[in-house]
């Protein structure tokens, strides 16, 4: 099975801040990488597909870039509902499908 | 608009199973695959299964095989879950998703609170 990693697991930052996730493949998955946001209760959220594609609707401050086993979300401004926890998740062959263990963002 | 709207909350016994639903609406149910995913209290998401409503094949996650089955109902363009051996750590809020191109997961129901409890 294709595990997946994140780094850091938590991060603070304040609003106006640019913030990197970084997501890891065991194993290439060439661009089959999607990120989504998470709020405590709610339904997550897609952002990014294939590795660098923006979801419509997403802000353009949010990008993607990656591919093979390593793997970057950037927020380019942070605004403050963007405090929320995100994850990576891989779709790579044989419908069998990883999530990573997830970025919390909160405020510094 | 497209939707995927999930049943309520359950509380169940250790060792009892548990059936939720997802109904789908506002495009063509069979075109599209369906993701189970959960998130136990303080925990990360983890996907579960997929389930093809055209056919009503399923694809499991390792840890879940045995312990859970996917059906649909295509007159009610529904999808199920159903866990069995409930323990308490199969605590949690459990979301369908619909897939797109088995890539990803674009519209996400509201999620399906079950609780364990003795």
């Known amino acids: 099975d294709i595990q997946m990693t994140q780094s850091p697991s938590s991060l603070s930052a304040s609003v106006g801040d640019r913030v990197t996730i970084t997501c890891r493949a065991s194993?290439?998955?060439?661009?089959?990488l999607n990120w989504y946001q998470h709020k405590p209760g709610k339904a997550p959220k897609l952002l990014i597909y294939a590795a660098s594609s923006v979801q419509s609707g997403v802000p353009s401050r949010f990008s993607g870039s990656g591919s093979g086993t390593t793997f970057t979300l950037t927020i380019s401004s942070l605004q403050p509902e963007d405090f929320a926890t995100y994850y990576c998740q891989q779709s790579y062959g044989n419908l069998l499908f990883t999530f990573g263990p997830g970025t919390k963002v909160d405020i510094k | 608009q497209v939707q995927l709207v999930q049943s309520g909350a359950e509380v169940k016994r250790p060792g009892a199973s548990v059936k939720l639903s997802c109904r789908a609406s506002?495009?063509?149910?069979?075109?599209?695959?369906v993701h189970w995913v959960r998130q136990a209290p303080g925990q990360g998401l983890e996907w579960m299964g997929i389930?093809?409503?055209?056919?009503?094949?399923?694809t499991y996650a390792r840890k879940f095989q045995g312990r859970v089955t996917m059906t649909r109902d295509t007159s009610t363009s529904t999808v199920y879950m159903e866990l069995s051996g409930l323990r308490s750590d199969d605590t949690a809020l459990y979301f369908c998703?619909?897939?797109?191109?088995?890539?990803?997961?674009?519209?996400w129901g509201q999620g399906t609170a079950v609780t364990v409890s003795s």
């Open positions: 389930i093809n409503p055209n056919d009503g094949s399923a």
């Open positions: 998703a619909r897939d797109q191109m088995n890539y990803y997961m674009d519209v």
């Open positions: 506002g495009y063509t149910f069979n075109y599209y695959y």
């Open positions: 194993q290439s998955i060439n661009s089959y």
